[in-house]
């Protein structure tokens, strides 16, 4: 009991408990996952997003995973009434009908161009 202690102190684990009669031993995130690395990422970490934008952007994943930031999103009106998605300025070649995209998700997130 006492290596474990002194282990415990070392700072190899974070923790322990006794679970089902048995040690298990917390050894914390190795990788730091869960730990941002400047107030920039926390924001976009914690930024929430209305039901109508999460949608645009998941169905934007689907043809390029890479399009995570609703920043980045702009939309423009074609003549049939429908919306073509850019992102970062560029065309995704995406063409979403008018109802799948709300105006008032293209003015809280100032999406039009």
Do not use: C
């Not at 048995?22 to 941002?36: C, I, L």
């Not at 939309?75 to 070649?93: A, C, F, Q, S």
């Amino acid at each position: 009991m006492k290596k474990l202690e002194q282990i415990l102190k070392a700072g190899k684990y974070k923790s322990k408990k006794k679970v089902n009669g048995r040690w298990v031993y917390d050894y914390g995130d190795k990788k730091g996952r869960n730990k941002a690395k400047s107030e920039e990422t926390k924001e976009k970490m914690f930024m929430e997003l209305d039901y109508n934008a999460e949608k645009l952007l998941d169905n934007m994943r689907i043809s390029n995973s890479k399009y995570k930031d609703i920043n980045k999103v702009s939309v423009i009106e074609t003549p049939m009434g429908n919306w073509r998605l850019y992102y970062d300025g560029k065309d995704t070649g995406l063409t979403a009908p008018r109802h799948k995209i709300q105006m008032a998700t293209i003015k809280k997130y100032n999406l039009e161009k």
